[in-house]
């Protein structure tokens, strides 16, 4: 907690729009990022206490839970990193593993449950423990797949972020179920690092259904 009351975090950008902006405890900074399309976030403020725990949990859940969102992973040509590997068919099969096994992780448009806001923080690990599962067995079934011997070093590089992410992902769902922000916050950040590089080795070796 800060002097003005109010837990740094992503809230509701105050500007408007499906944006959120980040409040670093004392005012709202530049850092802007697209609101998640089942987000409903209001107001022009850090919201109250109570409704600050649960909306923190939803943003951070959304790193987890919303990695693969199709729309915002395929990127022109000239916006894609150098390539750094040259087997054709494994990107072909790993863009089509991919495609095939990670799709039902993307955010439902409809919750029978009730909006993120009102899930209770043990069924909400739960769920990231099993987005976590989905991504280590994908990252195996990756690595299953054949793979020139030239380019052997730089796959299994990429994969070892994969089982990274997803051991993040287990901490982090611990952290959740213990429904302290502050922590959860730290665990969800050490997720940035190999989710960048999961995702620039993807684009740039055009496997864009493995971005996470």
């Known amino acids: 907690m800060t002097e003005t009351g109010h837990v740094p975090g992503w809230y509701a950008d105050p500007d408007g729009g499906n944006r959120l902006r980040y409040w670093d405890g ?5 850092q802007r990022r697209e609101l998640p399309e089942w987000g409903h976030a209001t107001g022009d403020g850090p919201p109250p206490p109570k409704a600050r725990r649960w909306f923190s949990i939803t943003i ?3 790193a987890i839970v919303g990695v693969i969102i199709t729309a915002l992973v395929m990127r022109s040509v000239g916006q894609r990193p150098p390539r750094t ?3 054709a068919a494994f990107e072909r099969q ?3 593993l991919c495609k095939t096994r990670l ?4 955010p439902a448009r409809s919750d029978p449950e009730g909006p993120p806001s009102s899930v209770a923080p043990v069924v909400m690990g739960g769920r990231i423990d099993k987005t976590a599962d989905e991504i280590a067995a994908t990252a195996a079934a990756l690595r299953a797949l054949p793979v020139n011997e030239s ?4 796959v299994e590089a990429w994969l070892a972020d994969w089982d990274e992410y997803a051991a993040v992902g287990h901490r982090y769902a611990d952290a959740v179920r213990g429904g302290d922000p502050r922590t ?12 960048h590089r999961i995702g620039r080795f993807a684009r740039g070796n055009h496997i864009d259904h493995c971005v996470l």
């Open 60 to 62: 951070a859940v959304a």
């Open 103 to 106: 799709t039902d992780l993307r």
């Open 151 to 154: 380019d052997h070093r730089l």
């Open 184 to 195: 959860y916050t730290k665990v969800e950040a050490q997720g940035h690092d190999p989710v």
């Open 26 to 30: 004392r005012g709202w900074t530049e």
């Open 85 to 87: 590997i040259h087997d």
């Open 94 to 96: 790993a863009d089509a």
